[in-house]
Structures are given as C-alpha cells and as structure tokens.
C-alpha cells in the first residue's frame, strides 16, 4: 500500500510509502550503526571541499552540497534556471531524503545512491523567466521565517515520534501508521521550504500544512 502523491501542479510532490509488512527488528534496533556508511557518503557530496595532502600532492576527496547563490545570481540577473542545477538539486535532495527516511526507521532497505526505491520527491522545474520575479530570491530567507521556527518544534516533535516507533517495530515489526504518517507530513513540509527558499525552483509560498494537499486536513 502505498501513499498518495500530490496534484501533478503542485510545485513540490513528497511521499513515502508505508511500509505495510513486518519490518526487520534487528537493522531497525541498530539504525544508527546500520546508517553510518551511507551518512559517510552523504557527507561527502553533501558538504564543503575536504583537502587531502600528501608528499605535496594535494587532492579534493569531498565537495557538493545543494547550489544556492548560483541559481540566485542567474535568476537575478539573467532570469534563468540552468536545467543541471536544478537536476543536481533534485537528486541530491532524493538522496537525502532517502537517508533521512532509513534514519527515522520508514524503510528497512538501504538508501541508495540512485534508485528512488520508497521515497518519492519531485519538484517542477520552472520557466524561469515566466514562473520566477527576478528579486524574491533576494527576500524568501525572511519570507519563510515563520516556518523555519515551526520546523524547528515540528523536528523535535519528530524525534519523538522515532523513538516511539522504534519500540513498536522492535517489538511488533510495524511502524504505527499515525507516527509513519506524521514524520512523512513533516519531510513533506520541509521540502516545500527547501524548494522556495534554498533551491528556489517556485515562487508559490509554502502551505503550513503536513498534508499532500494543502487543503486536507
């Protein structure tokens, strides 16, 4: 069974499907050690540039992370969205949300570097020139204030509901559909703030809203 994706207009579309079997207690109980190779990669295409030297060589054995001021020049001033940043973007969000999914125990299969497996995450890429105002890069990061504070509850809520799902699944198998549903709802809320404020691929303000559509309840 899996969950129901938003409308195909919708900006940002996030879902993650529940995991309707027994999950397997023992990776589920020693999460954090399971993840900690994958955290290992994420780290290196997620993060700044790591210098090794030796015997005068220098190499660059990590760089990445999500492209922001590139984007937020060339809608400024150009009024374009170069279509390999927003892929880079994209992916490297998939990735990360695939990581975050194992860590808060929704899937019991490894993340993997490509494949979408349970996780799904789209955003529409836009026409820069016709989707994007030129000078809203400038001001989002005081626009989505607001939800960067409620974010900030709804996390630590989150870590809660972990916790009590690692209990049921290590002694039941099953992740309690009303906690499943929660996190979901808030990586689905985070996501719409990614995309308007860092990656910049909508204008359109994100909803405070855990649903997949906006209106439900």
Not at 54 to 83: C, E, N, S, T, W
Not at 95 to 121: G, I, K, W
Not at 162 to 177: D, E, N, Q, S
Not at 198 to 203: A, E, I, K, P, S
């Amino acid at each position: 069974m899996t969950t129901a994706m938003t409308t195909p207009t919708a900006p940002v579309q996030f879902s993650v499907d529940y995991p309707d079997r027994p999950l397997n207690r023992t990776t589920s109980a020693l999460r954090l050690l399971a993840a900690v190779p994958i955290l290992a990669v994420l780290v290196a295409v997620s993060g700044s540039s790591v210098v090794w030297s030796r015997g005068g060589q220098d190499a660059i054995v990590g760089a990445g992370g999500l492209l922001f001021l590139g984007p937020l020049l060339m809608i400024v001033f150009r009024g374009k969205y170069p279509r390999w940043w927003f892929d880079w973007n994209l992916e490297l969000q998939r990735f990360t949300s695939r990581v975050v999914a194992y860590l808060a125990l929704m899937d019991d299969r490894y993340p993997s570097t490509d494949e979408q497996q349970a996780v799904h995450l789209d955003y529409a890429y836009p026409d820069a020139g016709r989707d994007l105002k030129r000078w809203m890069p400038l001001v989002k990061w005081l626009l989505v204030l607001p939800h960067v504070v409620v974010l900030f509850f709804l996390w630590v809520a989150t870590g809660f509901a972990v916790v009590g799902a690692w209990f049921a699944i290590v002694l039941t198998g099953r992740y309690p559909r009303r906690l499943f549903d929660f996190v979901e709802g808030v990586m689905r809320w985070d996501q719409r703030v990614i995309a308007y404020a860092v990656v910049l691929t909508t204008d359109q303000y994100p909803p405070f809203s855990l649903a997949a559509h906006p209106g439900e309840r």
